[in-house]
Antibody
């Protein structure tokens, strides 16, 4: 069974940093792009970042460019999101998701259960 | 950046048909995917590539896409269909994922 489990969410002050992790199991991790998607409390879904199978390509939503970095370790079957210069508006439940489909016609399946990041003073 | 527009809410009686729209400029030229999210749960894909269903998704859930509008159709609506629904595309011009704002489906 394909399974994704996020961790690392916490309460952090504005301007602070946090690193999220996502452990994958049940599929050939190194063969898939991976993604982070977030959902602010009571709000809709927002795609955050994608990373290619070998880590050679990364894409980001404009609002996190220069502040967030997605990375992966295929040996550990894990994907990470390093978040720096955090803002109150980054407060959200962060989901890890597998990227599937034809290149640039992608969708996300499955999703983990999410890890909560709260940015507040 | 590319924008997808969904109605905030749709209400339908049990046994009737619900249609949830997703508008975007020339969305018919893109592949549209749809997710169902129930309270406290992660999203689950119910339609991919405009109209394909993953295994386990009933045939009464279907999708279409043409021109500037994609539509998710749920026939014979049941109480268990009550959820938030999101459309999604990949915008190749910016290489970014895009979600619609979501539609809350209420079963009366």
């Amino acid at each position: 069974e394909v399974h994704l489990e996020e961790s690392g969410g916490d309460l952090v002050q504005p301007g602070g940093s946090l690193r999220l992790s996502c452990a994958a199991s049940g599929f050939m991790f190194s063969s898939y792009w991976m993604s982070w998607v977030r959902q602010a409390p009571g709000k809709g879904l927002e795609w955050v970042a994608n990373i290619k199978q070998d880590g050679s390509e990364e894409y980001y939503v404009d609002s996190v460019k220069g502040r967030f970095t997605i990375s992966r370790d295929n040996a550990k079957k894990s994907v990470y999101l390093q978040m720096n210069s955090l803002r109150v508006e980054d407060t959200a439940l962060y989901y890890c998701a597998r990227v599937v489909g034809v290149v640039r016609m992608w969708w996300f399946d499955p999703w983990g259960q999410g890890t909560l990041v709260t940015v507040s003073s | 950046s590319y924008v997808l527009t969904q109605p905030p809410s749709v209400s339908v009686a049990p046994g009737k048909t619900a249609r949830i729209s997703c508008g975007g400029k020339d969305i018919g030229s893109k592949s549209v995917h749809w997710y169902q999210q129930k309270p406290g749960q992660a999203p689950v894909v119910v339609i991919y590539y405009d109209g394909d269903r993953p295994s386990g998704i009933p045939e009464r859930i279907s999708g279409s896409n043409s021109g500037n509008m994609a539509t998710l159709t749920i026939s014979w609506v049941e109480a268990g269909d009550e959820a938030d629904y999101y459309c999604q595309v990949w915008d190749s011009s910016s290489d970014q994922g895009v979600f619609g704002g979501g539609t809350k489906l209420t079963v009366l």
